[in-house]
Nanobody
Framework: QVQVVDSGGGSVQAGDSLRLSCAASGRTLDGYRMAWFRQAPGKELEFVAS????????WYEDSMEGRFTISRDTSKNMVYLQISNVKPEDTAVYSC??????????????????WGQGTQVTVSL
């Protein structure tokens, strides 16, 4: 079974860049899809981006494309989320998730069985 641990959050100023990290372990990730979700205070969990482990093909929520970049390092079993030009509305708990890639549903939290504990990102003006 896959386990994931996310990290890299913190307090940053608007306009900064930030890279979140997700360490995966437990089994081979072939056939898996990794994703990042976020949850802002008082709001529902929101899909940010996902990546197919085998090919590295990314997928972004429409509103996230451009400032968010998901990537993976297969040699280290790591997934990253780079956030550029952060904005106050990016303030949220960001969580990494892993799930089997069944070819659809990758924007739904239900697709993912392994979740990190979440890492807080706070953006101030």
């Amino acid at each position: 079974q896959v386990q994931v641990v996310d990290s890299g959050g913190g307090s940053v100023q608007a306009g900064d860049s930030l890279r979140l990290s997700c360490a995966a372990s437990g089994r081979t990730l072939d056939g898996y899809r990794m994703a990042w979700f976020r949850q802002a205070p008082g709001k529902e969990l929101e899909f940010v981006a996902s990546i197919r482990w085998s090919s590295g093909t990314p997928w972004y929520e429409d509103s996230m494309e451009g400032r968010f970049t998901i990537s993976r390092d297969t040699s280290k079993n790591m997934v990253y989320l780079q956030i550029s030009n952060v904005k106050p509305e990016d303030t949220a708990v960001y969580s990494c998730a892993a799930g089997r890639d069944v070819g659809f549903g990758w924007t739904s939290p239900a697709t993912y069985r392994a979740w990190g504990q979440g890492t807080q990102v706070t953006v101030s003006l």
